[in-house]
C-alpha cells in the first residue's frame, strides 16, 4: 500500500503488484556466501599474479583458451536452456521444462568432459597443483567451480524429476515452485562464476 500512495505522489500509475526476488531467500543469502568466497579467490589470484607476473603469464600460455572458450560457450548455452525452462514452468508446460532442463544438463555435461580433458591433458605434461604459485591458485579455483557444477547438475536432474513427477503442480505446494526458481537462480551463478574466472585465469 505505501507503494501506491507513494507511485500516486510521483505522478505514476498506481500498481497492486509488488517485485520480489526470485526463489527462497535461504538460497540468496547461500549464493551470497558463495560468490564472497569466490570474490576473495579472484583477488588471491589478481595479487599473486601481481607479484608474480612473468610465472602467470607463462602459465597462462600453457592453458588450452579454446576448451576454456568452449566451456564458456556450453555453461551460458546451459544456462539459457534453464531460463527458458523457467518460463515455461510459468506457462504450465512441464513437457518442455523437462527437455530443457536436460538440454541443460547435456551442455552441463560437456563442460565437465571439456574440463577433465585438459586436466588430464595438464597432467600428462607434468603440471600439478604443485608446480607453481599459478597453477596451484588455478587448480584450486577451477576446481572449487567445478564442484560447484556437479551440485547444480545435481539440483537440476532434481528439478527435472520432480516436474516430471508433477510435484510443482500441488496447489498446495506454492514453496516447491519457489524451490524451483531457486534451482534455476544457483545454476545462473555457477555461470556467472564462470564468465569471471575465464577471462581472469585464461585470457588477461
Not at 526476488?21 to 547461500?30: E, K, R, S, T, V
Not at 545435481?154 to 526458481?181: H, Q, W
Request: proline share 2%; aromatic share 16%; charged share 15%.
Amino acid at each position: 500500500m505505501p507503494n501506491t500512495i507513494l507511485n500516486t505522489d510521483m505522478g505514476i500509475a498506481p500498481t497492486s503488484e509488488t517485485k520480489k526476488l526470485p526463489g527462497d531467500l535461504a538460497m540468496w543469502f547461500f549464493i551470497l556466501a558463495e560468490l564472497t568466497v569466490f570474490a576473495i579467490f579472484f583477488i588471491g589470484f589478481a595479487i599473486a599474479e601481481n607479484l608474480n607476473v612473468d610465472m602467470f603469464a607463462q602459465g597462462k600460455t600453457q592453458l588450452h583458451k579454446v576448451i576454456g572458450l568452449l566451456n564458456t560457450i556450453a555453461l551460458i548455452t546451459s544456462s539459457y536452456f534453464v531460463a527458458i525452462s523457467l518460463h515455461a514452468m510459468r506457462e504450465n508446460n512441464d513437457k518442455q521444462v523437462v527437455i530443457r532442463l536436460i538440454w541443460a544438463l547435456m551442455f552441463a555435461s560437456v563442460y565437465i568432459v571439456l574440463k577433465l580433458w585438459e586436466y588430464q591433458a595438464l597432467f600428462s605434461q607434468g603440471i600439478d597443483i604443485e608446480t607453481n604459485t599459478f597453477f596451484t591458485l588455478y587448480f584450486l579455483i577451477t576446481a572449487f567451480h567445478f564442484m560447484h557444477i556437479l551440485l547444480g547438475m545435481v539440483i537440476l536432474l532434481y528439478m527435472a524429476i520432480n516436474v516430471y513427477k508433477g510435484k510443482y503442480r500441488d496447489p498446495a505446494s506454492e514453496n516447491e515452485f519457489s524451490g524451483f526458481e531457486s534451482g534455476a537462480c544457483y545454476w545462473h551463478m555457477v555461470d556467472l562464476l564462470w564468465i569471471i574466472l575465464f577471462p581472469l585465469i585464461y585470457v588477461i
